[in-house]
């Protein structure tokens, strides 16, 4: 069986600064693909980066980045510069095969 | 390309009802998978097709059923609606290249808001 845990159900940051998000996952797969999404108000969920587990060196897009570290089964992602519309819940996910395995989420609230 | 698009995006039924929820992929996309989004049990995986074939199924009962048509598009269909079937069900597409490929990328839709009283 495969599990996702996110050990921050909610986290708040200031305009412009940065946060990490943590996300820890358990899985048997050799051949797996780690995602961040995430869900604002409108409830559409929304890609945020994805991470190949063969791929040692860590995503990155924009002002995301994740800190991927296979050995310690730990995906943790860092948003920089933050802003006002980064204000939703974000998912970690586990992809193996046709089936993603979410975590229970963490609802970031940028502040003004 | 347009995105994944789902209808209706609002039902309400009542127990004991059934339901058919559809969902349209991104164009080329092959790929169609499910998932139930409840405040209780979070994003639980429901089912995936792949080229009108039923490939991956998560742990709901019977009640739930699916199937995809040639055009990809996708249809799910809840039976006999309990009041634990209230949630937001969200459709996902993959642009999965090869019956053999293992995960690609899930695009979501906007999801579909199912009421049951």
């Known amino acids: 069986a495969q599990t996702v845990t996110q050990s921050q159900p909610e986290m708040s940051v200031q305009e412009a600064e940065t946060v990490t998000l943590s996300c820890t996952y358990d899985?048997?797969?050799?051949?797996?693909?780690l995602f961040w999404y995430k869900q604002p108000p409108s409830r559409q969920m929304i890609l945020v980066i994805r991470?190949?587990?063969?791929?040692?060196q860590n995503a990155t897009e924009n002002r995301f980045s994740v800190n991927f570290q296979k050995a310690a089964k730990s995906f943790s992602l860092k948003i920089s510069d933050s802003q006002l519309g980064d204000t939703a819940m974000y998912f970690c996910?586990?992809?193996?095969?046709?089936?993603?395995?979410f975590g229970e989420g963490t609802q970031l609230t940028v502040n003004p | 390309k347009a995105g994944v698009t789902q209808t209706p995006r609002y039902l309400i039924k009542t127990r004991g009802q059934q339901v058919t929820l559809s969902c349209s992929p991104i164009?080329?996309?092959?790929?169609v998978s499910w998932y139930q989004q409840t405040p209780g049990q979070g994003l639980q995986f429901l089912f995936e097709?792949?080229?009108?074939?039923?490939?991956n199924k998560g742990n709901f009962p019977g009640r739930f059923s699916g199937r995809q048509f040639s055009n990809s598009r996708s249809e799910m269909n809840v039976s006999t609606l309990e009041l634990g079937d209230s949630a937001l069900y969200l459709c996902?597409?993959?642009?999965?290249?090869?019956?053999?490929?293992?995960?690609?990328?899930?695009?979501f839709g906007p999801g579909t808001r199912l009421t049951v009283l």
């Open positions: 899985t048997s797969e050799s051949n797996y693909y």
């Open positions: 996902a597409s993959s642009l999965i290249r090869s019956s053999g490929a293992s995960t690609d990328t899930q695009y």
């Open positions: 996910a586990l992809g193996s095969g046709s089936r993603l395995t």
């Open positions: 991470q190949e587990a063969y791929k040692q």
């Open positions: 164009s080329g996309h092959r790929s």
């Open positions: 097709y792949f080229s009108e074939t039923q490939r």
